[in-house]
Nanobody, 125 residues
């Protein structure tokens, strides 16, 4: 059974940092890409970052490109999202997903078959 568990959310002030973790099990972790998505209240889910199966390619939504870093440890079946310079508009529930998204479509939530429960990030001004 594929399982993903996001953790590390919390409340921070604007300009602060958080590191989210995604623990995975139940599949060949090193064979799949991992994506981070977020959903703010009243808004659609959006892709934030994605990392290839070996970690040699990373992708970020333009708004977070210079603030967030995605990484993975295939030996530990873990993916991390380091979020710096957080802004109130980063407030959302963050979730991780596993799959093999077609090239250029990682931000499309429908191409990710497995999802974990999210973790809430709240950034206050």
């Amino acid at each position: 059974e594929v399982q993903l568990q996001a953790s590390g959310g919390g409340s921070v002030q604007s300009g602060g940092s958080l590191r989210l973790s995604c623990a995975a099990s139940g599949f060949a972790f090193g064979d799949y890409a991992i994506g981070w998505f977020r959903q703010a209240p009243g808004k659609e889910r959006e892709g934030v970052s994605c990392i290839s199966n070996r970690g040699d390619n990373t992708f970020h939504e333009p708004e977070v490109r210079h603030r967030f870093t995605i990484s993975r440890d295939n030996a530990k079946n873990m993916v991390y999202l380091q979020m710096n310079s957080l802004k109130p508009e980063d407030t959302a529930v963050y979730s991780c997903a596993v799959g093999r998204p077609p090239f250029g479509r990682w931000r499309d939530a429908t191409v990710w078959p497995y999802w974990g429960q999210g973790t809430l990030v709240t950034v206050s001004s």
